[in-house]
């Protein structure tokens, strides 16, 4: 016990509850975590040394940290929406290079950009959550060397995987191009990793917006690159180049917009390595297999399928894959606010929270779903124009990942709360094996609708495996059906729209409009939910809870 209490400083303590965050990958979209965007309750124990620091200089800045509750929601709130125009400047991007590239062209491109993505959620291993955590519990002096050890790590944990996706191409005999692309994206990769590493003083001292504005910097510049590109007339590898690009951009930005907090080096401390991993060693397992699985599918593709095939997946994967981070953002806006109590042993109160999670998972993700399958005609034609036109059946089918994706995120916060590691590892892991399963029966005679019910199934079945460990780990907890009949309520009426002459994004925006209408007349949506988009003071007969 003693030991154990010597090592505590070092290693920052218990992690808290609102664990994981999203890593971006190199061409404008993202890798699949268990939680992305903001860390408000680790971020919360910076900012309470924060403002001890500020009562110490007579409070002269007080204002700029206000309490954590209101920087949590304000935190999660610019980060759903800096994430949502992002999104929408990636799908501009994307939409550019289908055209130029043709749905074939597109699908190689994907294939090398996912390869990569895909060893950039193998090797990210926890290590930004690790720094956010530690952050907060090491003086301003230690920062420095805890950063550059952070990076010294996570760029040699990248290299190595992009040394293993480079071979795998060559292996998979994808041919000169698409060996040279992965290692061109494999650069792109190292230039992310730093940016990733230094937003650990952006998000440990809860400074999202300045964050947000470092995304959206890299898709945009992605995206005036990509448009010049296309103008100039260029091939696959100089889109391929363009992401890595972008990385660079993002690198000096967020190095710019880090300066003042820390300073950014390099480090090789093998015993502060050692320590990391001892640490985090489950939570990374379980994290790098969550991130693996659905870009296996990609893989998949490229090996089993046409290469026209591969771009209707690929058209479509992309869409999704933006896309999928939402479930994340929009739960860790509200779920360490909820949460805290698991952190003091309140089990009655974690089991209320976990419930107002789940409830907002399933609301959410019936939208994600509805507005997907309503609007796919409009969002493939424009990104691939009447050439894509085949892979809106394709979006239709993946569209449905989002309900379960909602669930089966909610579910693995929930686990990381209560430190059950152990299923969540297994369940990922049989995830992984079986989407490579079902891709390898559905794709050669389904082709890309094969490889999206793969996905769905795959996401289906880990939902209900998450959902089903947590309710084991944490006697007591009931999966509400309460709110059922407001939500297929909301459902039906959305439905209706299916008749009106509005086209594909008409319907989807009404159905929308409908849907959380009908949700808030009934008042299916939580406190915390309204609360965080409408002040107080405008919602009448509602007091403000204390924080």
């Known amino acids: 016990m003693r030991r154990r209490t010597r090592r505590q400083p070092r290693l920052a303590g218990r992690p808290r509850t609102d664990a994981v965050a999203t890593q971006a990958s190199g061409d404008g979209g993202a890798t699949v975590m268990l939680r992305p965007g903001a860390v408000p309750v680790w971020g919360a124990m910076s900012e309470q040394r924060s403002h001890q620091r500020e009562r110490a200089r007579g409070g002269a800045e007080r204002d700029r940290h206000p309490p954590q509750s209101g920087v949590a929601i304000r935190g999660g709130a610019v980060r759903v929406l800096g994430y949502a125009a992002g999104v929408l400047v990636s799908l501009a991007a994307a939409a550019v290079i289908v055209r130029h590239l043709g749905v074939p062209g597109f699908g190689r491109y994907v294939t090398a950009t996912s390869l990569v993505a895909l060893v950039g959620g193998v090797t990210e291993a926890g290590i930004v959550v690790y720094g956010i955590r530690a952050w907060g519990a090491q003086s301003p002096e230690e920062r420095p060397a805890l950063i550059a050890n952070l990076l010294g790590l996570r760029l040699a944990l990248a290299l190595g995987g992009v040394v293993c996706a480079t071979v795998f191409a060559l292996v998979a005999g994808y041919g000169h191009v698409l060996v040279l692309a992965t290692l061109i994206a494999g650069a792109g990769l190292l230039a992310q990793v730093a940016a990733d590493v230094a937003s650990v003083a952006l998000q440990a001292e809860l400074l999202l917006a300045r964050l947000t504005a470092?995304?959206?910097?890299?898709?945009?510049?992605?995206?005036?690159?990509?448009?010049?590109?296309?103008?100039l007339g260029a091939g696959l590898l100089p889109f391929v180049a363009a992401t890595s690009v972008a990385a660079l951009v993002a690198a000096a930005a967020m190095l710019a917009a880090v300066r003042g907090l820390v300073g950014v080096r390099v480090r090789a401390d093998i015993a502060a390595w050692r320590a990391l991993f001892a640490e985090t060693l489950p939570y990374a397992v379980a994290l790098s297999l969550a991130a693996v699985y659905l870009y296996v599918t990609v893989i998949v593709m490229s090996l089993v399928a046409s290469a026209t095939q591969t771009g209707l997946f690929a058209t479509s994967f992309r869409v999704t894959q933006a896309a999928l981070a939402v479930p994340a953002l929009l739960l860790t806006a509200v779920f360490p606010l909820l949460a805290r109590s698991g952190e003091e042993g309140e089990t009655s109160e974690l089991r209320d929270a976990l419930g107002k999670i789940l409830?907002?998972?399933?609301?959410?993700?019936?939208?994600?779903?509805?507005?997907?399958?309503?609007?796919?005609?409009?969002?493939?034609?424009?990104?691939?124009?009447?050439?894509?036109?085949?892979?809106?059946?394709?979006?239709?089918?993946?569209?449905?990942?989002?309900?379960?994706?909602?669930?089966?995120?909610?579910?693995?916060?929930?686990?990381?709360?209560?430190?059950?590691?152990?299923?969540?590892?297994?369940?990922?892991?049989?995830?992984?094996?079986?989407?490579?399963?079902?891709?390898?029966?559905?794709?050669?005679?389904?082709?890309?609708?094969?490889?999206?019910?793969?996905?769905?199934?795959?996401?289906?079945?880990?939902?209900?495996?998450?959902?089903?460990?947590?309710?084991?780990?944490?006697?007591?907890?009931?999966?509400?059906?309460?709110?059922?009949?407001?939500?297929?309520?909301?459902?039906g009426l959305a439905a209706l729209v299916l008749l009106a002459p509005i086209g594909s994004l008409g319907r989807a925006l009404v159905a929308s409009a409908i849907y959380f209408a009908v949700l808030a007349l009934t008042g299916a949506l939580p406190d915390e939910v309204t609360g965080s988009v409408v002040p107080a003071r405008l919602r009448p007969g509602r007091t403000r809870r204390p924080t």
């Not at 995304?215 to 448009?227: G, K, Q, T």
């Not at 507005?371 to 449905?400: E, K, N």
């Open 214 to 231: 470092v995304e959206l910097a890299r898709r945009a510049a992605m995206l005036l690159l990509v448009v010049a590109l296309a103008l």
């Open 359 to 491: 409830t907002v998972a399933l609301l959410f993700g019936v939208w994600m779903s509805l507005a997907t399958a309503l609007g796919a005609d409009f969002v493939v034609r424009v990104i691939a124009g009447v050439h894509g036109d085949p892979a809106a059946p394709v979006l239709r089918i993946q569209g449905l990942i989002f309900l379960v994706s909602f669930v089966s995120t909610s579910s693995a916060l929930g686990l990381v709360t209560l430190r059950r590691y152990r299923p969540l590892i297994a369940i990922t892991a049989g995830a992984l094996a079986l989407n490579v399963a079902l891709g390898l029966a559905l794709v050669p005679p389904l082709g890309a609708q094969g490889g999206a019910i793969a996905d769905v199934a795959t996401e289906a079945l880990a939902a209900i495996a998450l959902t089903g460990a947590l309710l084991r780990s944490l006697p007591g907890q009931r999966v509400s059906l309460r709110l059922a009949p407001a939500a297929l309520l909301a459902c």
